[in-house]
């Protein structure tokens, strides 16, 4: 029961907010599809109206995406009794992008980093990829998030500068926090180009732990480096104590 209970009262919480400032809600659909992200955009958009800066812009921005990318695939369904439904969420959709489109041209002359970042990475803005690589060594930018968008504008034409922005993403993490396993992702990238292959052992084994959604194939990264039973030890020793330090937000490597 809990679990229901919990999800009516979360309606309920909606649904005061739009009661009382309508303007959160007027122009979403209304059927069950898609609620909680919905119910995201409406916290975002009370959020940043009550506070109206860069970060909560940057929310409801990403609040914004998630939304309309959740609607977008049923634009296609057939409705054969209330083809309203369809019209309702196109209208959705129409309108999330023309928010995200307004929130996009109000922002571009700030240098908030998560800012920067969108810039770059949904419109292809190469003075916000410049000013984003500018900021690297300043405190705002000692976020695991921030350090992989670093790594990944680097990792072409600066291999070891983009390791080293990884390895400090993952210094960044506190204990218990969920790890982005994109950033391991990228080091075994990083690794595998440079043939380390104690490396990509250790590492593969690592986001393999972590649950990563794609298949880490360990029988073929063996088949490339034949490693003793001693060295297979050792080495999964080494995958312990990074566990271990992610898990409690201890990792200091690289």
Not at 72 to 99: H, Q
Not at 212 to 218: I, P
């Amino acid at each position: 029961m809990a679990p229901l209970f919990l999800t009516a009262c979360e309606q309920d919480r909606i649904q005061t907010i739009c009661e009382a400032t309508p303007q959160f809600c007027v122009d979403l659909h209304e059927d069950s599809w898609c609620k909680f992200e919905r119910s995201d955009l409406i916290r975002a958009r009370k959020q940043q109206a009550g506070t109206p800066n860069d970060a909560n812009i940057h929310e409801l921005m990403v609040n914004l995406k998630i939304y309309r990318d959740c609607l977008d695939p049923l634009l296609g369904m057939e409705y054969t009794k209330r083809k309203e439904r369809k019209n309702d969420k196109l209208e959705a959709v129409i309108k999330a992008d023309a928010a995200l489109e307004q929130l996009e041209q109000q922002t571009i002359g700030s240098d908030y980093p998560y800012l920067l970042l969108w810039h770059w990475q949904h419109r292809g803005d190469h003075q916000a990829k410049a000013r984003f690589i500018a900021l690297a060594d300043r405190p705002q930018m000692q976020q695991p998030e921030l350090q992989k968008g670093l790594a990944e504008l680097l990792i072409i034409r600066d291999g070891p500068a983009a390791m080293r922005a990884l390895h400090h993403a993952l210094s960044l993490y506190d204990a218990d926090a969920t790890i982005d396993t994109g950033i391991i992702a990228d080091l075994l990238t990083l690794y595998t180009r440079e043939r380390r292959y104690r490396e990509i052992w250790i590492w593969s084994r690592v986001l393999s732990q972590l649950g990563h959604t794609e298949t880490v194939n360990l029988e073929r990264i063996d088949t490339y480096a034949r490693f003793d039973q001693e060295q297979q030890q050792q080495m999964l020793q080494e995958v312990d104590l990074i566990l271990q330090q992610l898990k409690t937000g201890a990792y200091r490597r690289g």
